[in-house]
């Protein structure tokens, strides 16, 4: 009798003290919500913000505002976030950079999986091999043959330090052993002019920044880096269909919130999260921008941060890059 007592005085004494979490997550959210992009406006992870924030805010019955905070690489908004109060009110979407930063920068004062907690795997956005058309070479094998024939005309362009762009570049580097050089620019807008001109011959650029060069003629399109084709461009193959089995980058992110965020919360902002990414009109306007719908659970993202990470550092390992 005295054990049974004491088992339920135990149990009460658990749920009297999980109380105030509980009711704090079934009155969530009480006040607007703030998602912080680490990128200027435009790019693909603010439009994801801006399409589901507005969705999330409208089904949970808050405003919810975008809070952009670019700069140094993606890491200034990302340390913000880190630092936040882990209440669910500030919470914050991520892209490619942020499972490559750990390797590129010595004290960037967060670290991609103990600083966050994990709410749902967002996005993939697939990335082109987009040529100077003038150059003879219309698949992978004869582009890499092209760049061995003509090493000092090699000049491939990148959108900086820590971009997935740059790192899909360092990853076909390696696994083609082509003379490479990489030239960074300051994003899209920076980088194409060069290769239009020919100052540069091949940029791997996200399909909603490329596309439209692309159908027009001005770059020719000769594959995309993820393992499936792309449904923006079903008629370019993959880099792996053209013999490069191995190879798979992309600028991919998600939503994530500081850690120590309660379970409760999470679970709440992943429920919204995917169905918001379920409705017809979000899915129209991400997937007209070059976006691939996601979705999962928590712990699918984390897996996949987990695996990400394990990928991108074996790369920086073998090109000898060196952080800063």
Avoid: C
């Amino acid at each position: 009798m005295q054990r049974t007592t004491l088992l339920k005085l135990l149990a009460l004494s658990a749920t009297l003290a999980l109380a105030p979490t509980l009711a704090a997550a079934q009155a969530y959210p009480a006040r607007p919500i703030k998602i912080i992009v680490p990128a200027p406006p435009g790019g693909a992870i603010d439009t994801i913000a801006r399409v589901v924030g507005d969705k999330i805010g409208a089904s949970m019955g808050q405003a919810v505002v975008v809070d952009n905070r670019p700069g140094a690489s993606n890491n200034l908004g990302t340390d913000v976030l880190a630092k936040s109060a882990p209440d669910g009110y500030t919470i914050g979407i991520v892209g490619g950079s942020h499972n490559i930063n750990k390797y590129l920068f010595k004290n960037l004062g967060w670290d991609p999986e103990k600083s966050f907690e994990p709410i749902v795997y967002t996005h993939e956005v697939p990335l082109v091999f987009a040529i100077y058309p003038q150059i003879p070479a219309k698949t992978l094998p004869e582009l890499v043959a092209w760049m061995k024939a003509h090493p000092a005309d090699a000049k491939v362009a990148t959108s900086g330090r820590g971009s997935a762009q740059e790192m899909a570049a360092e990853m076909f580097r390696l696994a083609s052993g082509a003379p490479m050089l990489l030239v960074p620019y300051k994003g899209s807008s920076a980088a194409h002019p060069d290769l239009l001109a020919g100052r540069t011959v091949l940029y791997i650029d996200t399909i909603s920044a490329i596309q439209a060069q692309a159908k027009a003629g001005n770059v020719r399109a000769v594959a995309v880096s993820t393992r499936q084709r792309s449904k923006s461009l079903p008629d370019v193959p993959t880099a792996s269909e053209q013999g490069f089995k191995d190879y798979d980058a992309n600028s991919n992110g998600g939503f994530l919130a500081p850690a120590g965020t309660p379970k409760a919360i999470v679970a709440r902002l992943n429920a919204e999260i995917n169905a918001a990414l379920k409705l017809p009109d979000v899915r129209s306007k991400l997937e007209a921008a070059g976006i691939e719908i996601q979705g999962g659970t928590p712990q699918e993202y984390a897996a996949l941060i987990k695996s990400d990470l394990d990928k991108w550092g074996k790369v920086v390992k073998q090109a000898g890059i060196q952080p800063d």
